[in-house]
């Protein structure tokens, strides 16, 4: 790698994703090609996720990409929400529009439109809609995966018929988020509700999972919304009640993006390259050749029949007979992030075993050809619980309870900055009032990430005011 990890982590993050070959800039500012390995692992991202959104009872729609001004100008919050960020059509085969329309950030305002005219009554509802699709948000600094201008996400739209089936909803995303994220990524996180600032423009409560990333910044890894009425007072969508009574809707949405690629990457990638938890892994598997193997044909027809085999048990496997060095292949396919790599040569095969290398451990281990097999399963599924392990205790390292006063936390940061420490994120009171949250961050660029529902510790007084404190709140940095 041409970065250093610890001292240079977003040119590390850089070099690694196109050393990786997970994508390529585009003349498009902040908008990125994702190449194959890339889009894979946001297939696997979105086959999981898909699957609980269906196993939950919703269902995939999809909805115009262009959105006309005037649906902005109905909800005042979420307009002042996005308007910095929109990109505009002002024209189309040649001739000026009549209205611009809008490059969607997200598409509460159409489907507001939409469901004021399939929602008629009670028995229309819930109403479960999920969308796959890219959304635009012309940002000022962008990173690939992370923030880009144009990115893939799902978002969730949701109706019912009252509050609390509404929140119902909202609670039972945000869990659905934090599975997938721990589970299949091996990421951990914090679940809780955002502060009045973070909120989702419109919104009037958001929730989200927080995510640490290895420079100690924050990763908003997914949100879910309760809307209340607001979007359905906008856009009139109203349902008959069984008393025959016509009631707003109550609404909600929920989103996940591409910037879990990005997340995972900078939570488990070390100097090698990546180190892509199994279940997401493009190649979950690589099977090479060593040693003078082309002189005895044995060598690749064990390691076909071990291909066949694994490829039967539907896992991911690639066979490099190239004719490359091993040393260079070893190297290429640990910046890739392969969990699984399989040695096999001539003395192997002679003591009837092969070299079994985990792509987050330091020794190979020998292993009997006979036990292969299962041994490469039993090490994907080993190997996913190691990394989420390593990822949580990293967290749990970083994410600190001694801070109380602004004062104390400006000394954290600069004692984390003069031991070439990250300073994480903190946890603090916070008295709920909007300045006390603004002071902290100009003074520190640490941002609330969210209440947390299960925190750690309570605290009794605000890290700024030093007011009785109405939420204990994680403060860090964040993307």
């Not at 041409?2 to 997970?22: G, V």
Request: some cysteine; aromatic content about 10%.
């Amino acid at each position: 790698m041409t970065s250093k990890r610890e001292n240079e982590f977003t040119s590390w993050y850089i070099d690694t994703i196109q050393k990786a070959d997970l994508m390529d800039y585009t003349p498009v500012r902040g908008c990125i090609a994702f190449k194959p390995d890339g889009y894979e692992i946001w297939e696997h991202i979105q086959a999981e996720m898909d699957k609980r959104f269906k196993e939950t009872g919703h269902r995939n729609a999809y909805f115009p990409m262009l959105i006309p001004e005037n649906f902005f100008q109905k909800e005042k919050d979420h307009i002042e929400g996005f308007s910095p960020e929109l990109p505009w059509v002002t024209e189309a085969a040649g001739e000026k529009l009549e209205e611009r329309l809008a490059l969607r950030p997200t598409s509460e305002t159409m489907i507001g439109h939409l469901y004021s005219d399939w929602i008629n009554s009670y028995r229309d509802l819930p109403v479960l809609i999920n969308q796959w699709a890219n959304v635009f948000r012309w940002e000022k600094r962008t990173l690939p995966f992370i923030r880009t201008s144009e990115f893939l996400w799902q978002e969730g739209h949701t109706a019912h018929v009252d509050e609390e089936e509404a929140r119902e909803e909202t609670m039972q995303m945000l869990g659905i988020y934090k599975e997938v994220v721990e589970d299949l990524l091996a990421i951990p996180v914090y679940d809780g509700e955002k502060t009045p600032s973070e909120r989702f423009a419109g919104a009037v409560d958001t929730y989200s999972i927080e995510a640490m990333m290895q420079d100690g910044k924050a990763v908003q890894a997914g949100t879910s919304h309760y809307l209340g009425t607001k979007f359905a007072e906008a856009f009139d969508i109203k349902y008959l009640t069984r008393e025959n009574k016509h009631e707003y809707v109550h609404t909600t949405s929920w989103g996940t993006s591409t910037r879990l690629i990005g997340s995972v990457i900078m939570v488990h990638g070390d100097e090698q390259g990546l180190v892509l938890p199994p279940r997401i892994a493009p190649t979950q598997v690589v099977l090479i050749p060593v040693g003078p193997w082309k002189k005895n044909p044995e060598i690749i027809e064990k390691l076909d029949a071990v291909f066949a085999e694994l490829k039967a048990k539907g896992i991911r496997v690639r066979l490099d007979d190239s004719d490359q060095s091993p040393g260079f292949k070893f190297n290429e396919w640990e910046l890739k992030g392969v969990p699984v790599r399989v040695e096999l040569g001539p003395r192997d095969l002679a003591k009837d075993q092969a070299l079994l290398k985990a792509r987050d451990e330091d020794e190979k281990v020998e292993v009997n050809l006979n036990d292969l097999v299962a041994r490469i399963e039993e090490e994907l599924t080993t190997m996913q619980t190691r990394l989420f392990e390593k990822a949580k205790a990293f967290r749990e390292k970083h994410s600190h309870t001694h801070v109380d006063t602004l004062e104390q936390l400006e000394q954290h940061i600069a004692d984390s900055e003069k031991n070439d420490d990250i300073p994480g994120w903190v946890l603090a009171g916070w008295c709920g009032d909007d300045d006390c949250e603004s002071h902290v961050q100009e003074e520190t660029k640490f941002t609330t990430r969210n209440i947390p529902f299960n925190p750690p510790a309570t605290k009794d007084t605000c890290i700024n005011c030093g007011k009785d404190a109405k939420h204990t709140v994680w403060f860090g940095r964040a993307y």
